[in-house]
């Protein structure tokens, strides 16, 4: 089993700045690759960003893309997503995943992730 434990959200001002933190437990995390991933009220879904166990390889959505920044702590199994620029329309519950097998590629589908934790809120007010 693979425990998910996100930290981080809050409420910050359009413009400002969030660090989120995942951190990663159980006998059964080895090497997984990790992603966020948000959702808003009504809304689906949405690919954040990704990053390999490594950290060698990343990924981000369109709405993450030159703002966002995806790191990973492998001594802490922990990964970041550092939100800079903030916009209300990034207003969302962010999850943090991860793969179930060790070295699985990233990917931007949250089909292809089996770990998820319970969600961090992040608002962005005007």
């Known amino acids: 089993q693979v425990h998910l434990v996100e930290s981080g959200g809050g409420l910050v001002q359009a413009g400002g700045s969030l660090r989120l933190s995942c951190a990663a437990s159980?006998?059964?995390?080895?090497?997984?690759?990790m992603a966020w991933f948000r959702q808003a009220p009504g809304k689906e879904r949405e690919f954040v960003a990704a990053i390999e166990w490594t950290g060698g390889s990343s990924q981000y959505g369109d709405s993450a893309e030159g703002r966002f920044i995806i790191s990973i702590d492998n001594a802490k199994n922990t990964v970041f997503l550092q939100m800079n620029s903030l916009k209300p329309e990034d207003t969302a519950v962010y999850y943090c995943?991860?793969?179930?097998?060790?070295?699985?590629?990233?990917?931007?589908?949250?089909?292809?992730?089996?770990?998820w934790g319970q969600g961090t809120q992040v608002t962005v007010s005007s």
């Open positions: 995943a991860a793969r179930s097998r060790s070295f699985y590629p990233i990917s931007q589908r949250a089909r292809e992730y089996f770990y």
């Open positions: 159980g006998r059964t995390f080895n090497k997984n690759a």
